[in-house]
């Protein structure tokens, strides 16, 4: 039973694990379902599993097949495994001492501006607090526009389904028949909120707590700094890549005139970093811009948010590193600060597993069902980085596909680091270092 | 005219860029052709680039196409192009010590055991010797062979080409139609000595000649082993791989006994790193061993050697570096030697700006090519690793695309690191560190 003793990765491997199986129960039940007829499991597992991971890859309609007790299961599993994961990650930091480090303590304590245990929890108590505001802000600009299309009650219970769902970046939706926002593209209430509450939630804890002292302190930590100069950076960025892509697709922006084009190319290159809302139809998109997608899929979100993937800080570490090597320099530097050796290998290290995980979990999907291999790419990376978004795949997988991209989703969400600590062994001190030895690189 | 100062690796970019040139006006003449009309510039830089760069992508049959003076050019690029470039790169780093720090030339010294200039090109010459002679009984096996199905001076010729292209890893064969070696996939001896040719030519010019003398020193250098142990690895690893996923696949191995399965799997696990002989038919693989051959050419040979892709070391350091990441151990140990940081950091840059470069050109080529995702990528990672493999795009390039193919094989055989340095300015001194700063990673 030593494995109870647990580390807080462990922890939080295990407390999942927990809710996912919770989740999957109640699901199967025939009361959760529209028409009364119990859910396959496998179904009830996969749904269970994107709501507490926040993916939004869907096998059944979240809005025809299940009932109303089915959508507030759903709705409770995506605030406990958003909003819940969020602050319980960084709790854990703090109370389960035993497998942080020091320096990984004295990271989050600058990062939060706060050195003592109290202070941290007074300060997740405010982050909830503003975090549930921002939803309930979403849930009523929402509400008050689909009553132009709605009765006020189903307005009302769509506003606040969506505002938790985008917030959490789980881009799961109610609207019926797999159509995400497809009505909405030209919009421009619903493609802000929406986009403010992705934003907002994508940006992590650390970060949101950060901007809330702004005010106060006129300033803000590093780690801050780093996260919002690369989501804004990879936004801008993303968007005018799919705008030149996608620009003369017939399939897509075309009919659109410029001022939804320009709405649409934002859109699409918010959603993949890591909310899954889509306005585009994405399996017209161009294959250059379904590859593209791929990509931000895989960087996603700010680490202790409610979206996966690598995270920006990982990425802005490796180009931190790459920039560095080019130009001779020894030390990473970002803002003016050496980034520690530790931090570039753990960058390493989190980017080179995962993408191992999604090369694997492709080529053996890619074995079991008949589909080309970018729309089999598009739906792993979308898995790992807890995206949701589809090229089409998903309702069509195989059971075997079904149970790898279940996988997927979980290890996606807890990050394959996480994973890796909670299964490696406690390390040992250093007793002694081999000597230096060389090989050639490159 | 600053740049003419030229550190080494902007000599050796000059030097290949002229040698291509060359080439390609010697190919498009008439006589070069087998009808006697001139060939297409375009055609004629493709092929000079290919050979040069011994990648072994073709627009045009090398056997049907272009007469025995136009092959000779080629098989003289090729020489050029492989050997050539082994040894002048090693040179180079003795001669023309500017740019390269007293650490490079240290690590060669010690790898090649020599301390001395003149040791260095003694050695060299003995290398090049050994190459020689490599290619000679290669030559003869194969002439040897193909006694039974041709004439005398046919399979003599055949046989000196042939060996020349595989040794040097160009795999550029002449057998016409672009039938490869698929006519010989069941054959042991035409198998045999071509996986020794390309094997022996993919190791690199320091681990060959720390092997020339193991006889006597009866010990390896780190580098060695690291390249011989990771070649193995692969070699196995891949073959297992490939065996399993196209042992029952009718377009490929499944009508093959099996002896001739296996043969066929170590060819192609063999070939991608970074040779380019198919003997089965590429297109008709499974999509699961097409991408798993996307990866092999990815990691490609050893440094120094004829082949191409990131290189064994660097995907070694890469692995070294997670794995002690996941053991909480700092340092990065090989053979109970330690990598210094810098190795690691480069072996990040080496990797991370390979990928974003194929990323891109694949992206590229997806707008200005119709064809498959896969296909592209395929196609696109073949000419970065010089591989020379194909799922059949290269004849059906465009122009853009075959600019973008030859710039992909260009910068795949001098490498992103040394074209990185190449451009980027000369490193100053470090006159002061940044204090460290913190980011969350993960
Ligand atoms: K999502
Ligand atoms: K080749």
Redesign the interface.
């Known amino acids: 039973m030593k494995w109870l003793y647990a580390s807080p990765p462990r922890l939080l491997v295990i407390g999942f694990a927990l809710i996912i199986f919770i989740g999957s129960q109640l699901l199967r039940l025939p009361v959760a379902s529209a028409t009364g007829q119990p859910t396959p499991y496998i179904d009830a597992l996969f749904t269970a599993t994107t709501a507490t991971c926040v993916t939004g890859l869907v096998t059944v309609d979240t809005g025809t097949h299940y009932s109303t007790f089915g959508q507030i299961v759903i709705l409770l599993l995506i605030q406990i495994g958003g909003l819940g994961f969020m602050t319980m990650a960084t709790l854990f930091a703090f109370f389960l001492k035993r497998r942080i480090s020091l320096k990984e303590r ?3 304590q ?2 939060l501006n706060q050195s003592s245990i109290e202070g941290i929890i007074r300060l997740v108590r405010r982050v909830v607090l503003y975090a549930l505001a921002i939803e309930a802000t979403g849930a009523l600009l929402f509400a008050i526009r689909f009553l132009f299309d709605m009765s006020p009650g189903r307005a009302v219970y769509y506003g606040i389904f969506h505002a938790v769902s985008f917030f959490n970046n789980a881009g799961i939706d109610i609207m019926g028949n797999f159509r995400s926002l497809t009505d909405y593209v030209g919009d421009p209430l619903v493609n802000i909120v929406t986009m403010l509450l992705i934003i907002t939630g994508g940006l992590g804890f ?1 970060v949101l707590s950060d901007l809330t002292d702004f005010r106060r302190n006129k300033k803000l930590s ?2 801050s700094k ?1 996260v919002l100069s690369m989501s804004g950076f990879l936004i801008l960025f993303g968007a005018v890549v799919i705008f030149v ?1 996608e620009y003369s697709n017939p399939g897509t922006m075309k009919p659109l005139p410029l001022g939804e084009k320009i709405l649409s190319a934002f859109m699409q290159s918010v959603s993949p970093r890591t909310a899954g809302v889509n306005t585009l139809d994405l399996a017209t998109l ?3 811009t ?3 997608i791929v ?1 931000l899929m895989f960087i996603g979100a700010s ?2 948010s409610t979206g996966g993937g ?2 920006t ?2 990425f ?3 180009i931190g ?2 920039y ?8 990473v ?18 980017t ?2 995962s993408l191992t995980l999604v ?1 694997v979990a ?3 999907l ?2 079991t069902e008949d589909h ?3 729309k ?1 790419l598009f739906e792993v990376t979308s898995a790992f980085g807890t995206v949701g978004l589809t090229m089409g795949l998903t309702t069509q997988l195989t059971l075997t596909g079904k149970i790898i991209i279940i996988l997927m989703m979980f290890i996606g969400r807890l ?4 994973l ?2 909670a299964l ?5 001190r ?1 007793l002694y ?10």
Chains 1, 2 share one sequence.
């Open positions: 004295l990271i989050l600058e990062a650390v590093l780690h780093v892509f161009r294959q250059a379904q590859f593209f990509v680490p202790g690598i995270k800080t990982t802005t570490a490796l590193a790459v560095a090597m080019i130009r001779g320099k020894e030390d530097v970002l803002f003016r600060h050496r980034l520690a050796q530790e931090r570039v290998y753990k960058a390493l290290t989190v080179l597993l090369m492709t080529m053996i890619s074995t080309h291999f970018l089999i990050g394959p680091l996480t890796g600590y490696g062994p406690k390390p040992g250093v270092r081999h000597a230096e030895g060389k090989i050639i690189i490159g």
